[in-house]
């Protein structure tokens, strides 16, 4: 990882932690989780709220002014709105992405759960998440959530991601791996 995305990284687990106990203090956990789901989808659908968190061109005062307006007209989770006012007034805005991620794991640890990357060569059918997601949920004795991505480069086989653990059964992994054992030899 990268030192300006570990510091990103870092910044946002801070705000993450301090939003989500606030909202459980306030026992509104479910309301800062569809604020979340709201405010991921904005940010994939709109280049213009990427642009103005991201931007150090737009003011601090013009940046907060504009979050605080697209919070309160997404009518957003009252304690992400205030967060989301004060990130703008230190210019951390461009650790929303991060946070949200954060958020969404301290949500996911609240309720046991735990969210599984898989990536595959082929798109997994619903029987086989299903299946794979029983199999996790045994081993790691959490409830795991499937996010499946596809990447044909791996030409067959899975990579899974849970938590910091990683399993890469893919082909292009073991033909990687007989390629180094080759030179090893040669």
Do not use: C, H, W
């Amino acid at each position: 990882m990268s030192e300006a995305a570990s510091i990103s990284t870092g910044i946002a687990a801070r705000y993450a932690t301090a939003i989500f106990e606030i909202a459980q203090e306030n026992d509104d956990l479910a309301g800062l989780e569809t604020s979340l789901s709201d405010l991921a989808a904005a940010l994939d659908q709109s280049a213009e709220l990427r642009d103005l968190i991201a931007s150090p061109l737009i003011s601090r005062k013009d940046q907060k002014n504009a979050i605080v307006a697209i919070a309160e007209k997404m009518d957003l989770a009252p304690v992400l709105r205030k967060s989301l006012a004060l990130m703008a007034e230190k210019r951390r805005l461009f650790v929303v992405p991060q946070l949200i991620t954060a958020l969404r794991e301290l949500l996911a640890a609240q309720r046991n759960e735990v969210v599984a990357d898989v990536t595959s060569a082929k798109a997994l059918t619903k029987a086989q998440t299903e299946k794979l997601a029983s199999t996790l949920t045994k081993n790691v004795g959490k409830t795991v959530t499937i996010n499946a991505t596809v990447d044909e480069s791996l030409i067959g086989g899975l990579v899974v991601k849970v938590g910091s653990k990683m399993i890469d059964t893919s082909i292009r992994a073991r033909l990687n791996s007989l390629q180094n054992a080759m030179k090893e030899v040669g």
